[in-house]
């Protein structure tokens, strides 16, 4: 038998909404309807701030069947932003949540290289979109 310890974050709900910025980043989330949640990041994500990425979504996600992941305003992704959402991966398991990962031309090159298997929920780009009606 396999014992293990797991946080459980109850939500602040004076916190949901409040941008909070890390570093050259800036993380914000809302609820779009009450089972889901979306965290808007814009800036540079990077080892300076990529546990900071991982909390928030963490602290902001209880309760939601369903996470969205809004980097289209993301400029830079180093390596320690990518190890970051493989830990939302497991996050947003852990809190049986299914999540989407949205992501501009910046984020989709690294992933191109990092996750060539697709692991991460990354949804269609409009091209792909386009060219399947």
Aim: charged share 25%.
């Amino acid at each position: 038998m396999t014992i293990s310890t797991s946080r459980i974050f109850r939500p602040d709900p004076e916190s949901v909404g409040k941008r909070e910025e890390h570093h050259r980043a800036a993380f914000e989330a809302h609820r779009d309807a009450p089972s889901t949640v979306t965290v808007v990041v814009e800036g540079e994500i990077d080892a300076s701030n990529s546990r900071e990425l991982a909390g928030y979504v963490q602290r902001h996600i209880t309760g939601a069947e369903h996470v969205v992941l809004d980097l289209r305003l993301v400029d830079f992704l180093a390596t320690a932003g990518f190890a970051a959402l493989h830990n939302i991966n497991v996050i947003c398991c852990g809190s049986d949540a299914t999540w989407e990962l949205q992501a501009g031309r910046q984020v989709r090159r690294v992933l191109a290289i990092c996750d060539p298997d697709g692991a991460l929920p990354l949804e269609k780009a409009p091209q792909q979109l386009t060219a399947a009606h």
